[in-house]
């Protein structure tokens, strides 16, 4: 599979690893999704940036959005870590096992 067919991959499985942190934290669903969302699409915005180191830029800038996106939609800083931790997970686990020929 192409790099773009696994950055998809890899934003869908951030929106909705959001979703289900905040709905596991008890936030409204929508504003996990939003900050799965705006984290994902940070780094694949990072990651085509040229000349930067990409392993410390991609986590910045989507912990960066994730919190300008939580605090946009009124949320506190440790509920947004929530979130952020959620939607960074399934795209980890899944890069990881695809890394180890799972």
């Not at 289900?20 to 994902?40: D, N, P």
């Not at 410390?56 to 960066?64: F, K, T, V, Y």
Request: proline share 5%; aromatic share 2%.
């Amino acid at each position: 599979m192409e790099q773009f067919g696994l950055m998809a991959i890899a934003v869908v499985a951030a929106v909705i690893g959001g979703a289900i942190a905040a709905k596991l934290a008890g936030i409204e669903i929508w504003k996990g999704a939003l900050i799965g969302a705006c984290a994902s699409v940070a780094g694949v915005i990072a990651s085509s940036a040229p000349g930067i180191d990409r392993n410390l830029s991609i986590p910045m800038a989507g912990l960066i959005a994730a919190g300008i996106s939580g605090s946009a939609v009124g949320l506190t800083p440790t509920r947004t870590a929530q979130i952020a931790i959620g939607a960074a997970l399934p795209p980890l686990i899944g890069f990881v096992l695809m890394e180890m020929g799972a």
